[in-house]
């Protein structure tokens, strides 16, 4: 499995990362150490995962996740051969993360989610800590295709009241790097300006420099290629894709309205940022576009995603071995001309019906 350079730093991270967020939830401790024990047998060597996991977000379940990896870990004793990644949640108020009150990426709370994470992970230190979503009130994902009001103009300080400066959120990760607890700092579901924000506080020696951005990409969100796509090639940001299936929605389980059952649309009600309209439609042509070519709909999905050049580690998802299989699998797939042609034949028609 090829391996590509994480922003501007030493690290070399495969390019299929092993996604988590199901153990703990529809995975078993044993499943979960199944699928990295298969994983790392094809030569993925990235974990991501997340103080927020498993999905869906309990706080009867919350950090399962990272227990589980570092369970596994522990047993391997292989920690110095995994990058691992996990993230610090944005504003929330849910107040299950903090003990009982609400969250926000100030120091305080950015040390207890790491030092919790460390402990959780058996591990001193994280390859890679990211924010899961940005403190600002903006729309999730951070790239919608319309937006509504705009965040109030900033203060004096550098940002409307009540949210925490860039800078001052920055200046904590470099504590972290400082500490060796952290080695390098990521965003993730965060925007064109969010980026360049935490960029240009860097440069001005606010803190650590951004090395990725995790965003969602796939057929029906292509949104980080209308101008993040420019902004982290210039300033050698590296791509984390996720959700290369769209949730599940470009295998071709759901077509037609169909809910397999102990599918995750069948078990949770969260499924909306795939189920907008005209989705059901443009993913259907999607997946009838990949059995044109002889193949199953989630090997070509996981095939464009792993194929873009812009695309550092695309995170795959599993609840099955045999899904991880396909997905593992895709990573051996040749990209053709052709079928880069068909796929923005069908984009330049439908958009991005899922930003």
């Not at 047993?75 to 610090?88: E, F, H, M």
């Amino acid at each position: 499995m090829h391996k590509r350079r994480l922003g501007r730093t030493d690290l070399l991270v495969s390019q299929i990362c092993l996604g988590s967020m199901t153990w703990g939830q529809q995975n078993t401790e044993a499943d979960g150490h199944a699928q990295m024990d298969l994983a790392f047998s094809r030569g993925v060597n990235f974990i991501d995962t997340a103080e927020l996991y498993p999905i869906p977000p309990k706080a009867e379940t919350q950090g399962w996740t990272e227990k589980i990896i570092g369970s596994w870990m522990k047993a391997r004793g292989n920690r110095d051969q995994v990058i691992l990644a996990s993230k610090v949640v944005g504003r929330t108020a849910n107040a299950w993360f903090r003990g009982g009150r609400p969250s926000k990426l100030v120091r305080a709370d950015i040390f207890d989610a790491v030092e919790k994470s460390l402990t959780r992970l058996n591990t001193d230190y994280l390859d890679l800590y990211q924010i899961h979503w940005p403190e600002r009130d903006v729309p999730w994902g951070a790239n919608p295709n319309r937006i509504g009001a705009v965040a109030p103009r900033a203060d004096s300080v550098g940002a409307p009241a009540g949210e925490t400066p860039i800078a001052e959120t920055l200046a904590v990760f470099d504590e972290l790097v400082k500490a060796g607890k952290i080695r390098h700092f990521g965003l993730s579901n965060e925007s064109s300006w969010g980026v360049m924000r935490f960029v240009a506080e860097a440069d001005k020696g606010a803190g650590p420099r951004l090395v990725s951005l995790q965003n969602a990409y796939n057929f029906v969100n292509r949104s980080f290629e209308v101008n993040l796509a420019e902004v982290c090639e210039r300033e050698q940001v590296s791509l984390l894709a996720y959700s290369p299936l769209g949730q599940g929605y470009l295998t071709g389980k759901y077509d037609h309205g169909a809910r397999p059952l102990g599918s995750r649309s069948q078990l949770f009600n969260r499924g909306q940022r795939y189920e907008a309209p005209n989705a059901a439609e443009a993913q259907l042509e999607y997946n009838e576009l990949a059995r044109s070519f002889g193949m199953e709909p989630a090997l070509f999905a996981n095939a464009y995603v792993t194929s873009r050049p812009f695309v550092a580690s695309s995170i795959i998802g599993a609840t099955t071995l045999s899904q991880l299989e396909m997905a593992l699998s895709s990573a051996d797939v040749v990209w053709t001309e052709e079928m880069q042609k068909a796929v923005d034949a069908i984009h330049q028609r439908v958009g991005n019906p899922c930003p």
